[in-house]
C-alpha cells in the first residue's frame, strides 16, 4: 500500500483571497455587535482590502502555480489584485457618505463588497475552468444583492431583477461553453486544453467551435459587450450609484482578465477562428456604446454607454494577445478606476436626499458655484475621451499600439474613429458645467471621503498620464 | 456479452442536453412570471450537467464531476439570492409578472 | 549653457495659467494681468536667452535635445517627454512667446470690464504652454498633446462668452472640426510608429529615406494623413469653415490662437515634416493646390463680409492657403517668413480691429462705421501700416514674403498655382482696402449715440510695436542677392534634405521587391536662381497689389454705388456672401443624418424598440415570431432575446 501523504495545498499563494473572506466574514459578525453606527465596518473593511493587497505580494519569484495548476500567482494576477484592491477601497469610500445620505444602514453592504473582491482575486488568478467559473460565480451572486441592495427603491429592485435574471441566464451560455471546451479538449485546465489543441486531440472540432462562440457570449455579458449589454443601462441606472461605480470598474476588470486567460493561455490555436468574432464584437460594442451615449440624457445612462464603448476598445487588447496588450489591458483597467470612481464621486456629491440630480442638465453652471468640482469632472471625462496627455489616453494609446503591431489596422483605425466620437458626448457635460446657466440652485454637501475619493482619482488621472512610465514597467514585469 | 456495445451514445446524451438547454432558453424568452423564467435558467444548467456527466463518463475523466457539482453549488446559491430578490421586489409591487418591472429604459 | 535653459520656456506659461486659474479671483485684476502677462514675457526673454545660445554654438551643431524624462515606455517603444531646439523651432518659439507677450498685454485692456478676467488669462496662459509644447515637442505624441492641447484651449475661448449662444455652437464646431483633422493625424503617428518603430523626431526623418519608397504608397498615405489634420487645425478646404465662426471669441484670441500661432501649426507640422513630404511628390502637389485653392477661395468670401472679424478671419484662411502653397512647391523657408510676418500684421490688424470695437462699444459691423480715422489716430495708423504689409506694398513685410512664395510657384511649381497666389494677391489688396476704406475713411454711419474714442495706452502700445514689426519684418528676408536672406540661412539646416541618397534608397527597396525603380534623376538637378524673373515678378506683384488698392479705392470711396450696383440680384454675389453654402451643405449631408441616425437608432431601437428587431429577427426565428410579437412588452425577455440573436449572428459568423 502507498503511503499516505498529506496534500500539497500551497495556501500561501492564495493569501489574498483567505485574507479577504476573513475580512468579510469579520465585518458581517463584527455587525452583530455594534450599532447604528457603521463607520467601524467601514474600517476593519478597508483594512481587510490593504491587507489583501499586501499580502498578494506574499509570492517572489514569479509565476507560481499552485493546486495541480488550477490557480497561478503571477504579475497579471498580482497587478489585478492591487487593482481589485484599489477599486474596493475607493467603492467603499465614496459609499460612506452615499449610505449615510440615503439611510443604507446595512452592514452587509461592505462585506459583499469584500466578497465580491475575493471572487476578482480569483477570476484574475485561476487557470482552471472551474475556478473561473466560481470566481465569476462568486463576484456576480455579491453584485446582485449589491445592485438590489436599497430594498424599498422599485429601481434598485428592478434592476436586481434584470441583472440576476439576465446574469443566471448568460451564465447558463457561459457553462455550456465550458463545458464543450471540456468535452472537447478532456480537461478543464487552460494549459492542458491549449496542449489537447496543439496535439490535435480535439474530440469534435464543431463541439469546439460552438464552445468558443458560447464562451464569448458569458464572458461578454460578464463585460458588458454588444449585443449582449443591454442590461448595463438598466442595471447601471437602478443601481445605487457607489454600487454602479464599483461594478463599472472591479468585476468588469476581473472577467476581462479572465477572458484574457482564457482566450490567450486555452485557445490561442484556435484564433483565426475567434478573432474575427471577436473584431465583430469590438467594433459594434464601440459603435453602440458611443453612439448610445450621444442620446442620454441621464448621467448615469451615459456613464453606462461610455462602459460599453470602453469595453469594446479593451476587447482589441485581447485580440492583440501580445505580451504588450497584458499590459496594455491592466494599465487601462487602473487608469480607468480613477477616472470611473472620479466621475462617480462627482456624480454622487451633486446629489442629496431624494434627488440625486442625475439628468445631465443639473450640471449647468456647475463651474460657477463649484470651479473645482467642475475642473476635476472636466479632466475626468476628458481623460475618458481620451486627450492626452492624461491617463485615458496613454491607456489607449498602448491598447491601440499593441493591435498595431499585430498588424490590426483597420480594427485601430475604427477604435480611434469611435474614441473621436466619443468626445463628443464626454464634451456634452462639460458644455453644461461651463456655458449653461444654472437650472436649479446646487446643494451640495462636500463630504470629505468623497472628496478624498475624488483627490485620489485626480492624482491618479494626472499621474498615470504625464508620468505613466513606473506602472507601466510594472505592467510589464513578467 | 460486451457492455459497451449496449450503451447509449454519447451523441444522444449531448442532443438530450443541447435540447433542455434550448428548451430552458424558449422558457426564458417567453415566459413572464420571473419564477418560471429562472426555472428555466435552472433547466439550462442542468443540461449542462447532463453534459458534464456524460462526457465524464465516456471519456472517462472525472473533472466533470467536480465541474457539475460546482454548478450545483451555485445554482442553489443563486437560487436563495434570486428568491430573496423576487421577494423584496413583490414587497414593493405585489406582481412577479416580468412586463410590470420596466421603469427603466432608454 | 543658455540652451539649458529650455525647459522654462513652457513652465512659466504654465505656472501662470495655475495661479491665475486657482487663486485669480481673490488676488484682484491687476496681479492677474501682471501674473498673466508676465509669465508669457519671462518665457519670451528665456527664449531669447536660448536664442543667443543657438545662435553661438556653429551651424551643423544647431539642434538640441532636452529630454525631461521617459514618458512612457512599453516594449522595444519608448516616448521620451522632451525637447528639440533647432532653427526652426527656434524661429516658431521667437515669434509666438513675442507676439503671444504683445497680445497679453493687449488683453490686460481689452478684457478689463470682465467679470471672469481670471478665467481668460489662465486659459490664455494654458494655451501658450499648448502651443510652445506643439512647438518644442521632440516627438509625434509630444506634438500631439500640444496639438489636442491648443484646441482646447481655443474651444473654451471661443466659448468664453457662453452666455451667447452662438459663441457655444461656434466653440462646439471648431472642436468638432478639429477633431476630424486630429483624428488623421493621430492616425499617421500610428502609421509612422508601425513602421519606423519609433516616433522621435530625429529617428524617423532620419530613416525616413532608407525605409520608404520614393513616391510609394506608404510615405503618400502617412503625408496626406498628416496634410488632413493639418488641414482641421489650419483651416483650409474642406476642414476651414470653423475659424469664422471662432471670431465669436474675444478679439485678442482671435489674434492670438487664430490668427498668429495656433492655426499656423498646422503649417509648423508639415514644414517639420519636410523629410517625409520630400518623398511624396503627390502629397506636394495636393498640398499646394489645396493651400492655393484656399488663398482664392477664402479671399472671394472675404470680399463679401460686413463684419470686420469675419473680414480678417477669411483673410486669415487665404494666408494660411499661401503658406500651405509654399510648402507644397518646397519652399519651406518662404512658408515660415509668410508665418511669421504674417503673424505680425494679422495679430496688428486684429488687435486694431479689436481696438475699433472696443472704440465703438462693441459694434463689429462696418456698416456702421466709418470717418474713424480722426477719433482713433493710433489705431487707424497701425491698421493702415499692417494693411499695406498684408497687400503687399513695397517695402513692407508682406511684400517681400508673399513675393517669395510667388516666385517660387512659378519657378518651383506651375503656372497655375502662380495664377492662384496672383489672383489671391489681387483680392487680398482689393478686400484689405475695402476693409480699411469702409472704417475708417468716408462718411460715419456709426450709431449717433455711440462716441468713438482712442484706446489706452496698454491696447496701443502693442498696437505699435506690431505695426513696427510689420512694416519691417521683411528684412529678414530680402532676397535678390543670395547671401541677403537671413531667415533662409538660418533655417537652411534644418530643410537639408538628400535627395540623391534617398532616391538611391528607394530604388534598392524597389529592387528587392522585383520591381524597376523610374529614373528620378531630374530631381537632383539644382535649382537656378534666376535673378531677373524674381525682379520682374516683384514688379508685377507690387502693381497687381497697387490694382486691387485702386479697385477698392473706386469702389468704396469714390463711387460708394458701385458695389451695390453690380452685386445686386447677382446669383455668384449671394453664392460668395453665403459662404458657398458650404456651412448648409455640411448640416445636411453630415451632421443631420448623423444626428437623425443615432436617433433613430436610440429612440426607436433601444427603447420602443426592441420590437423592430425583435420582429425582424422572430421571423427567421419561425414559431417564435408569434410569441414575440404577443408578449413584446417585456423587456428583461426582449434583452434575453437579443443575446439569443446575438448568439446566433455570432455562430453565423464563426461558420
Not at chain 1, 465583430?280 to 456613464?303: C, D, E, P, W, Y
Request: with cysteine.
Amino acid at each position: 500500500m502507498e503511503p499516505i501523504t498529506a496534500p500539497a495545498i500551497d495556501l500561501v499563494s492564495l493569501a489574498p483571497v483567505l485574507v479577504l473572506s476573513v475580512f468579510g466574514i469579520m465585518v458581517l459578525v463584527t455587525d452583530l455587535f455594534i450599532g447604528k453606527d457603521k463607520s467601524v465596518l467601514v474600517f476593519i473593511s478597508l483594512t481587510g482590502l490593504l491587507m489583501g493587497a499586501i499580502s498578494s505580494l506574499a509570492k517572489y519569484n514569479l509565476p507560481v502555480h499552485s493546486f495541480n495548476g488550477a490557480y497561478i500567482v503571477d504579475h497579471l494576477s498580482v497587478f489585478f489584485t492591487f487593482i481589485f484592491c484599489i477599486s474596493s477601497a475607493l467603492a467603499i469610500l465614496v459609499s460612506v457618505d452615499f449610505n449615510k445620505r440615503e439611510g443604507i444602514k446595512v452592514g452587509e453592504y461592505y462585506s459583499l463588497i469584500l466578497f465580491c473582491t475575493v471572487g476578482m482575486v480569483l477570476l484574475a488568478s485561476a487557470t482552471d475552468m472551474i475556478m473561473i467559473f466560481l470566481g465569476i460565480e462568486i463576484v456576480s451572486i455579491s453584485l446582485y444583492v449589491l445592485a438590489g441592495i436599497r430594498r424599498n427603491d422599485p429601481k434598485s429592485n428592478e434592476a436586481a431583477l434584470k441583472y440576476f435574471l439576465l446574469g443566471a441566464f448568460a451564465t447558463g451560455f457561459l457553462l455550456y461553453g465550458m463545458t464543450l471546451l471540456y468535452g472537447s479538449t478532456g480537461s478543464t485546465k487552460l494549459v492542458m486544453i491549449a496542449s489537447a489543441i496543439r496535439n490535435g486531440g480535439v474530440a469534435s472540432e464543431p463541439l469546439l467551435l460552438m464552445g468558443v462562440v458560447l464562451l464569448i457570449i458569458g464572458l461578454g455579458f460578464k463585460v458588458a459587450a454588444v449585443p449582449f449589454h443591454m442590461w448595463a443601462p438598466d442595471v447601471y441606472q437602478g443601481a445605487p450609484t457607489p454600487v454602479t461605480a464599483f461594478m463599472a470598474v472591479g468585476p468588469k476588470a476581473a472577467s476581462l482578465a479572465a477572458f484574457y486567460r482564457i482566450f490567450s493561455e486555452a485557445i490561442p490555436q484556435l484564433s483565426p477562428s475567434w478573432e474575427i468574432l471577436l473584431c465583430v464584437v469590438s467594433v459594434i460594442t464601440m459603435f453602440v456604446g458611443n453612439l448610445g451615449a450621444i442620446m442620454q440624457t441621464n448621467i448615469k445612462r451615459l456613464l453606462a454607454f461610455s462602459s460599453v464603448a470602453h469595453v469594446g476598445y479593451l476587447i482589441i487588447a485581447i485580440i492583440a494577445k501580445n505580451s504588450l496588450s497584458s499590459s496594455a489591458l491592466m494599465f487601462y483597467m487602473l487608469t480607468y478606476a480613477f477616472m470611473i470612481f472620479g466621475t462617480f464621486g462627482i456624480v454622487i456629491l451633486l446629489g442629496r436626499k431624494g434627488d440625486e440630480n442625475l439628468e445631465i442638465e443639473n450640471y449647468s453652471g456647475l463651474a460657477y458655484k463649484h470651479p473645482v468640482l467642475a475642473l476635476s469632472m472636466t479632466i475626468f471625462l476628458l481623460s475618458l475621451g481620451g486627450l492626452p496627455p492624461l491617463a485615458g489616453f496613454v491607456a489607449k494609446f498602448f491598447v491601440f499600439s499593441a493591435a498595431l503591431k499585430e498588424g490590426f489596422l483597420i480594427l485601430v483605425i475604427i477604435a480611434v474613429l469611435n474614441s473621436a466620437v466619443s468626445l463628443y458626448y464626454y464634451l456634452k457635460v462639460i458644455v453644461f458645467m461651463y456655458m449653461k446657466d444654472p437650472v436649479k440652485e446646487f446643494d451640495i454637501t462636500l463630504s470629505p471621503m468623497t472628496l478624498f475619493v475624488i483627490a485620489i482619482s485626480i492624482f491618479g488621472t494626472i499621474q498615470l498620464g504625464i508620468f505613466p512610465d513606473s506602472i507601466i514597467a510594472l505592467a510589464q514585469a513578467n | 456479452m460486451d457492455i459497451e456495445m449496449e450503451m447509449v451514445p454519447l451523441a444522444h446524451y449531448l442532443f438530450l442536453s443541447a435540447t433542455l438547454f434550448v428548451i430552458g432558453v424558449v422558457g426564458v424568452l417567453v415566459r413572464r412570471n420571473a419564477i418560471v423564467v429562472f426555472m428555466s435558467i435552472e433547466i439550462m444548467l442542468n443540461a449542462v450537467n447532463i453534459s458534464l456527466i456524460a462526457f465524464d463518463r465516456y471519456l472517462s475523466l472525472h473533472d466533470g464531476q467536480i465541474f457539475s457539482f460546482m454548478v450545483m453549488c451555485v445554482a442553489a446559491a443563486e437560487v436563495s439570492v434570486g428568491l430573496a430578490i423576487i421577494i423584496a421586489l413583490f414587497r414593493n409591487k405585489p406582481t412577479i409578472n416580468l412586463d410590470e418591472f420596466n421603469i427603466m429604459k432608454s | 549653457m543658455l540652451l539649458k535653459l529650455t525647459g522654462l520656456v513652457p513652465l512659466f506659461p504654465l505656472i501662470g495659467c495655475i495661479i491665475n486659474g486657482f487663486l485669480g479671483l481673490r488676488i484682484g485684476k491687476n496681479a492677474v494681468g501682471l501674473i498673466g502677462a508676465g509669465a508669457v514675457g519671462l518665457s519670451f526673454l528665456t527664449t531669447l536667452f536660448i536664442f543667443a545660445g543657438l545662435v553661438m554654438t556653429p551651424v551643423e551643431e544647431r539642434v538640441f535635445e532636452q529630454v525631461l524624462f521617459t514618458w512612457m515606455s512599453a516594449g522595444d517603444f519608448a516616448v521620451d517627454f522632451g525637447f528639440q531646439i533647432d532653427p526652426l523651432s527656434m524661429t516658431m518659439m521667437l515669434f509666438v512667446t513675442g507676439v503671444g507677450f504683445l497680445i497679453h498685454v493687449y488683453s490686460i485692456g481689452y478684457m478689463h470690464e470682465e467679470y471672469s478676467f481670471y478665467r481668460f488669462f489662465a486659459y490664455l496662459n494654458l494655451f501658450m504652454f499648448s502651443m510652445l509644447l506643439l512647438i518644442m515637442g521632440n516627438n509625434f505624441l509630444l506634438m500631439f498633446i500640444g496639438w489636442e492641447g491648443v484646441g482646447c484651449c481655443s474651444y473654451f475661448l471661443i466659448g468664453y462668452y457662453f452666455e451667447k449662444k452662438s459663441a457655444c455652437d461656434a466653440g462646439t464646431k471648431a472642436f468638432v472640426m478639429n477633431r476630424v483633422g486630429d483624428f488623421a493625424f493621430l492616425l499617421a503617428v500610428m502609421y509612422i510608429f508601425n513602421i519606423f518603430g519609433s516616433i522621435d523626431f530625429t529617428t524617423v526623418f532620419h530613416a525616413a529615406p532608407e525605409k520608404l519608397i520614393y513616391d510609394g504608397e506608404t510615405v503618400t498615405i502617412i503625408t496626406l494623413l498628416l496634410f488632413v489634420g493639418a488641414c482641421g487645425k489650419s483651416a483650409q478646404i474642406p476642414l476651414y469653415t470653423w475659424l469664422p465662426d471662432a471670431m465669436e471669441g474675444p478679439t485678442p484670441v482671435s489674434a492670438l490662437i487664430h490668427a498668429a500661432t495656433m492655426v499656423t501649426a498646422g503649417v509648423y507640422m508639415v514644414v517639420r515634416c519636410n523629410a517625409l513630404f520630400a518623398l511624396a511628390p503627390l502629397s506636394m502637389t495636393t498640398v499646394a493646390f489645396v493651400g492655393g485653392g484656399t488663398a482664392v477661395f477664402a479671399a472671394t468670401i472675404g470680399m463679401t463680409q460686413f463684419d470686420i472679424k469675419r473680414v480678417l478671419a477669411y483673410s486669415t484662411v487665404s494666408q494660411i492657403g499661401y503658406m500651405f502653397l509654399a510648402v507644397g512647391v518646397g519652399a519651406y523657408t518662404a512658408a515660415i517668413f509668410h508665418m511669421v510676418t504674417h503673424a505680425f500684421f494679422k495679430a496688428c490688424l486684429f488687435l486694431g480691429s479689436g481696438s475699433v470695437i472696443h472704440g465703438l462699444h462693441g459694434e463689429q459691423d462696418m456698416r456702421k462705421m466709418g470717418a474713424l480715422k480722426d477719433h482713433m489716430p493710433i489705431t487707424f495708423i497701425t491698421f493702415f501700416v499692417s494693411t499695406l504689409a498684408i497687400a503687399g506694398i513695397f517695402p513692407l513685410s508682406g511684400f517681400f514674403s508673399k513675393d517669395e512664395i510667388l516666385y517660387h510657384a512659378l519657378m518651383d511649381g506651375n503656372v497655375i498655382l502662380w495664377g492662384m497666389g496672383i489672383t489671391g494677391a489681387l483680392l487680398t489688396a482689393f478686400y484689405m482696402f475695402r476693409l480699411v476704406f469702409m472704417t475708417f475713411f468716408g462718411e460715419s454711419r456709426v450709431d449717433p449715440h455711440v462716441h468713438p474714442h482712442e484706446s489706452p495706452k496698454v491696447m496701443t502700445v502693442p498696437l505699435v510695436i506690431l505695426a513696427g514689426l510689420a512694416f519691417f519684418g521683411g528684412a529678414l528676408g530680402i532676397p535678390l542677392f543670395h547671401g541677403w536672406h537671413v531667415l533662409h540661412n538660418w533655417l537652411e539646416p534644418v530643410f537639408h534634405f538628400d535627395m540623391a541618397s534617398a532616391l538611391e534608397h528607394s530604388a534598392h527597396l524597389l529592387h528587392e521587391q522585383g520591381k524597376h525603380a523610374p529614373s528620378l534623376t531630374h530631381l537632383l538637378e539644382p535649382a537656378e536662381h534666376n535673378l531677373w524673373v524674381e525682379v520682374a515678378l516683384m514688379a508685377l506683384s507690387f502693381s497687381i497689389a497697387v490694382a486691387g488698392i485702386f479697385g477698392a479705392y473706386m469702389c468704396y470711396i469714390k463711387m460708394p454705388h458701385l458695389p451695390a450696383s453690380f452685386t445686386k440680384g447677382q446669383w455668384g454675389y449671394d453664392l460668395v456672401k453665403n459662404k458657398y453654402e458650404v456651412d448648409e451643405l455640411y448640416d445636411e449631408t453630415i451632421v443631420k443624418p448623423t444626428l437623425e441616425g443615432s436617433t433613430l437608432l436610440w429612440k426607436e431601437v433601444d427603447a420602443k424598440g426592441i420590437d423592430g428587431s425583435v420582429n425582424g429577427t422572430a421571423k427567421t426565428l419561425g414559431w417564435l415570431s408569434n410569441h414575440a410579437r404577443t408578449f413584446q412588452s417585456g423587456f428583461v425577455r426582449n434583452y434575453a432575446l437579443f443575446m439569443v440573436v446575438g448568439f446566433i449572428s455570432l455562430l453565423i459568423i464563426s461558420l
